[in-house]
């Protein structure tokens, strides 16, 4: 279901600000009726499915702390944490370099894990693995707080030779990523459409 926008309204040069709720609610569905659906709802359930079963292979007897980044993470770890059929606990934390930009270099931390991550095997559930920086950086926290061992599970991985440190690699991976700016289950643009069904790119970018 998509919302009814006036015609002939271009208020692109405005500032954000200046835009009424329902010009911003306009624009963001015509991002949403213009991008490529990349994957549907149905193929990134499948992927959780099959991630699913990795990770119960491989922590079942681990006693693990599920690590949620916030607030990519939210809508992939809802859907992974019921699919997960061991004793666990779940905690969340959110660090982000993006805001609702579309890049950023300054790592801002907004909320710490508040469980105790001492000899603890951590599993960290985000949406994306792109550059790659705020998950190194989410990981060297986890260590230095005294975790066993730290571990990742990311619904996506983008293909590019970009990355922050050429080895890193994650886990678990659901699905691979063109180059291109996504959004959907989880990921925002403009912190947009975390809540659409599937994994699209925006056009143009």
């Known amino acids: ?18 835009k009424s709720p329902s010009e911003i ?40 702390l ?16 019921s699919r997960l059929h061991f004793p666990l606990q779940v905690d969340y934390l959110h660090a982000s370099r993006y805001g609702d ?7 801002s931390w907004h909320a710490q894990p508040s469980m105790d991550l001492n000899n603890r095997v951590v599993l960290i559930i985000d949406d994306i ?13 986890c260590e230095t707080q005294g975790a066993k061992n730290v571990m990742t599970a990311v619904l996506t991985e983008k293909m590019h030779k970009r990355k922050a440190n050429p080895n890193i690699k994650a886990d678990f991976c ?13 990921m925002d643009y ?10 699209y790119a925006v056009k143009g970018l």
């Open 101 to 107: 930009n579309t890049q950023g270099e300054t790592l």
């Open 174 to 186: 659901g699905l691979k990523l063109e180059d291109r700016f996504v959004f959907g289950f989880g």
């Open 66 to 81: 599920i690590m949620i980044v916030m607030n990519g993470g939210l809508v992939f770890g809802g859907q992974l944490l």
């Open 1 to 18: 279901m998509s919302i009814q926008c006036p015609p002939d309204q271009d208020s692109s040069d405005q500032d954000s600000s200046e």
């Open 129 to 141: 693995l792109d550059e790659g920086k705020t998950l190194l950086e989410i990981i060297k926290y």
């Open 190 to 199: 403009q912190g947009y459409w975390r809540n659409a069904p599937g994994i």
């Open 25 to 64: 609610a306009c624009k963001m569905q015509e991002v949403f009726d213009q991008a490529d659906c990349l994957f549907s709802n149905e193929q990134v359930i499948a992927a959780i499915d099959v991630l699913a079963k990795e990770i119960n292979l491989v922590l079942a007897d681990k006693n693990p």
